[in-house]
């Protein structure tokens, strides 16, 4: 069997949101100006750089949604990197990956979940369905 893609998809925005996500994780550094906590700054970069490939790859191609786990668990590290790396004293920082933690979770298990009711088989002419 062979998946095809499904231009109604209802996992894409969830995909769309979750590459939105993980590219301001990855500015977020700068344009919150806590780029002087090394730690937090490190963290957001890195997993925003994974949160947005996934993302990526999960728009590109149909049928990856494991990837969509992925980022659940990511962002679940997010929830609790503020307090397992020690940078609770920034305020700006703390709460970004708070939000965005919490965010990444929200759109992957939307992108999880919802993918199984859009999955569409498609099957070569002239055969027909298997029973």
């Known amino acids: 069997m062979n998946e095809s893609f499904n231009s109604e998809d209802v996992t894409r925005p969830a995909s769309v949101l979750n590459l939105m996500a993980g590219l301001w994780l990855v ?9 002087a906590v090394p730690a937090a700054t490190c963290n957001a ?8 490939i996934i993302a990526g790859c999960r728009l590109a191609r149909w049928g990856t949604r494991p990837l969509s786990w992925t980022n659940v668990v990511l962002g679940g590290w997010l929830l609790l990197a503020p307090f397992a790396l020690q940078f609770v004293a920034s305020s700006a920082a703390t709460w970004d990956h708070i939000i965005l933690g919490g965010l990444t979770i929200l759109f992957g298990l939307w992108a999880g979940v919802g993918s199984t009711a859009t999955r569409r088989t498609s099957f070569p002419p ?3 369905y298997p029973q």
């Open 45 to 52: 970069v890195v997993v925003g750089v994974a949160i947005a």
């Open 126 to 128: 002239n055969q027909p």
């Open 27 to 35: 500015l977020s550094p700068w344009a919150l100006r806590f780029v």
